[in-house]
C-alpha cells in the first residue's frame, strides 16, 4: 500500500527548505534567485555551527550584492564581542562581513526587536537570539521564526533534533558532547597512555563502543520520524554499521573504525584505506543509498593526528578527508583527547 498523496505534499511542505519558505514572503523587497541562493548559505552556516555560536545573540543585515572589502562570516566573528550590546553584522551576498556596529540596546533586550524591524526597511534582517530561536525582519515586519540549529519550526524541537539528511551535522555534533573528552562515551581503559577499551560491558568490542553511543544519539535526536538501523547486510556483501531509513527514499550508510591501541590491538591509517574501499563497495552495490559516511575515532597520539595526509581542518579535533573519497561519500577523522574537558 502506497503512502497517500495528500500525506507526501504535507510532509514535503513541512521540511521544505527554509529560504524558499521565507522567499516567499519577502516579496519585491528579495530578488528570487540571488535572495535564495544568500538566505540558503546563511541558515547553512546557522545549522552547520550552532553548537560553536551558541547562545550569544547577534544580528545580520543581508545585502543582495558584494562588497569589495570584508571578511568571511565566521564563528570566531560572531562570537567575539563581549560588549553585551546587541552587534549589527552587514553581511554582502558572498557572505562576507564588511561592518559590524554595536546597536544602542543590550544584547537580551526584548525591545531590540522593535529596533531591528525598523532597521530592516531596506534589507531584511536576521536576529540570532539563541540556539533554538531566530526570526528574520524585513520591510520593518516580522516575516519569519524558526529553530537556526534545525531549520524547523521554533519551540517544537531541541537544540540538537535534526532531519535525517543532516546526520553529518549529528555526527559532529554526537563527537563534540558525547565523545571529544569522554563525557558521556567511557572509551578509556587507561586515560593518560591513551589505551582504548578492548571491550567493556555494553560492548563486545572498541568499535562497538563508539557505534553504540552514536546510534543512541540518531535515535534520540532525529527529528523527522527517519528510522536507524545497526549490523545490517542489505543491499551489499558486508554488513553496515549504522544505516538510517527516512521516511521517504533511499538511506544513510556510516561506517565506523577506531585508530589507536586497546591494549591487545593497535591500528594506523590502513584504517581510513579499508573504510574508505567499504562504503565505496556500499555505494556501488546499494542502488537505495544515497550517501555513505566514513567516521575514524582517532585514539593515536595528537602528532599522528595532526600530520593525517590529504585533510582538512573543520573545526578542534576533526578532519575531513579529501582523497580517494567515492562520489556520495565523505570521510571524517575525530581525535580523541585525553585531558578532561576543563583542563584541555
Not at 154 to 161: A, C, D, L, P
Not at 220 to 244: K, M, N, P, W
Request: net charge neutral; aromatic share 10%.
Amino acid at each position: 500500500m502506497g503512502i497517500p498523496s495528500e500525506f507526501v505534499k504535507a510532509a514535503e511542505t513541512a521540511y521544505a527548505k527554509p529560504s524558499i519558505r521565507i522567499n516567499r514572503r519577502l516579496g519585491d523587497r528579495w530578488k528570487p534567485g540571488p535572495g535564495d541562493v544568500i538566505l540558503e548559505k546563511v541558515l547553512n552556516f546557522l545549522i552547520g555551527n550552532a553548537v560553536s555560536v551558541g547562545d550569544i545573540p547577534f544580528a545580520l543585515r543581508l545585502h543582495q550584492e558584494a562588497k569589495p572589502a570584508g571578511v568571511a562570516l565566521s564563528t570566531a566573528h560572531l562570537t567575539s564581542s563581549t560588549s553585551g550590546k546587541l552587534t549589527l553584522h552587514e553581511l554582502d551576498e558572498n557572505l562576507r562581513v564588511f561592518a559590524s556596529e554595536p546597536l544602542e540596546i543590550d544584547d537580551t533586550d526584548p525591545n531590540g526587536a522593535f529596533l531591528l524591524q525598523e532597521l530592516s526597511s531596506d534589507s531584511p534582517i536576521l536576529h540570532y537570539v539563541n540556539r533554538g530561536f531566530a526570526r528574520i525582519f524585513a520591510g520593518g515586519g516580522l516575516i519569519h521564526e524558526f529553530n537556526p540549529s534545525t531549520g524547523g519550526p521554533v519551540g517544537t524541537t531541541h537544540h540538537f533534533k535534526r532531519r535525517a539528511a543532516d546526520y553529518e551535522v549529528m555526527i559532529t555534533e554526537h563527537y563534540e558532547h558525547c565523545v571529544k573528552h569522554a563525557q558521556r562515551c567511557k572509551h578509556w581503559n587507561d586515560r593518560p597512555k591513551r589505551i582504548l577499551h578492548a571491550k567493556t560491558f555494553e560492548a563486545s568490542k572498541t568499535e562497538f563502543i563508539f557505534q553504540t553511543s552514536l546510534e543512541q544519539w540518531l535515535r534520540d535526536y532525529i527529528a523527522d520520524g527517519a528510522e536507524v538501523r545497526v549490523e545490517l547486510r542489505a543491499e551489499s556483501a558486508d554488513r553496515t554499521d549504522i544505516e538510517i531509513y527516512p521516511l521517504f527514499g533511499g538511506y544513510f550508510i556510516i561506517e565506523i573504525k577506531w585508530m589507536g591501541s586497546n591494549g591487545t590491538t593497535k591500528y594506523g591509517e590502513e584504517r581510513i584505506t579499508k573504510g574508505l574501499k567499504q562504503i565505496n563497495s556500499y555505494l556501488s552495490t546499494g542502488h537505495r543509498a544515497r550517501r555513505a559516511t566514513l567516521v575514524a575515532y582517532d585514539g593515536r597520539d595528537e602528532a599522528n593526528f595532526e600530520s593525517l595526509k590529504d585533510s582538512k581542518d573543520i573545526a578542534e579535533g576533526i578532519k575531513r578527508i579529501n582523497k580517494d573519497v567515492p562520489p556520495r561519500g565523505s570521510c571524517y577523522v575525530l581525535f580523541l583527547f585525553n585531558k578532561q574537558a576543563s583542563s584541555a
